[in-house]
């Protein structure tokens, strides 16, 4: 079985600061990591994702993510926060070997980038 | 790319009544897939298409539940004998075929309300 685990609920940070959105993982074998990003009453947006190679990974508006194997995290950073970026995030997996192609997700972050 | 689009957008219903929803993919997508979403969760992972074949279903999907994608193209998830229980979003996402580290995209939601 595959799980997405994000140990907070909400992030506060001042517009300007980096930020961090954590998460840890845990699937059979290798995995596929994403990160999704969810306005008010609207679908999720893909913001990255890390299949193999480069531990760092960047994407859409400025985020980027650190897969590190070792401790079975994906965090989310951006290394100055705007106050649009202020939404819910979301971690997901899928396990290489056996993970079909459903996503299984976290249970999500809220950021909030305060001026 | 258009986007995933869903329809309705809002649906409220009594208890017992059956609804139905339709989703059209990004049209160069073969893969398709319905989540569910409550408050303060992830999505959680309903079914997945590729072309008309419905190739995964969760356990979450009961009996009342059906989705079709008959053409390959549009899909519909219909719920019968409706539940309180059933008052959640429903997502939509399309992917393109290949790994399945190909990300999917979501539309924004149907978001059903049972009274």
């Known amino acids: 079985a595959q799980s997405v685990a994000q140990p907070e609920d909400q992030v506060n940070v001042a517009e300007g600061n980096p930020l961090t959105v954590k998460c840890t993982y845990s699937v059979s074998g290798n995995p596929y990591l994403f990160w999704y990003v969810q306005y008010p009453n609207r679908g999720l947006q893909f913001l990255l994702k890390y299949i193999t190679g480069d531990n760092l990974v960047k994407g859409s508006y400025g985020f980027e993510a650190e897969f590190n194997k070792s401790q079975t995290s994906f965090h989310l950073k951006k290394p100055s926060a705007l106050v649009s970026d202020s939404a819910l995030y979301f971690c997901a997996v899928i396990g290489v070997t056996g993970g079909g192609n459903k996503l299984t997700f976290g249970t999500g972050t809220q950021l909030k980038v305060e001026l | 790319d258009t986007g995933v689009s869903q329809d309705p957008r809002h649906k409220i219903t009594k208890r017992g009544q059956n609804v139905t929803f339709r989703c059209d993919p990004i049209s160069e997508h073969n893969r398709l897939y319905w989540y569910r979403q409550t408050l303060g969760q992830g999505p959680e992972f309903l079914t997945y298409f590729q072309n008309e074949a419905q190739l995964e279903k969760s356990r979450l999907l009961s009996d009342r539940f059906s989705a079709e994608r008959p053409k390959g193209s549009f899909s519909t998830l219909e719920i019968q004998r409706t539940e309180q229980g059933d008052s959640a979003m429903y997502l939509c996402?399309?992917?393109?075929?290949?790994?399945?580290?190909?990300?999917?995209?979501f539309g924004d939601g149907t978001r059903l309300s049972i009274l």
């Open positions: 996402a399309s992917s393109r075929e290949g790994n399945s580290n190909q990300p999917q995209h």
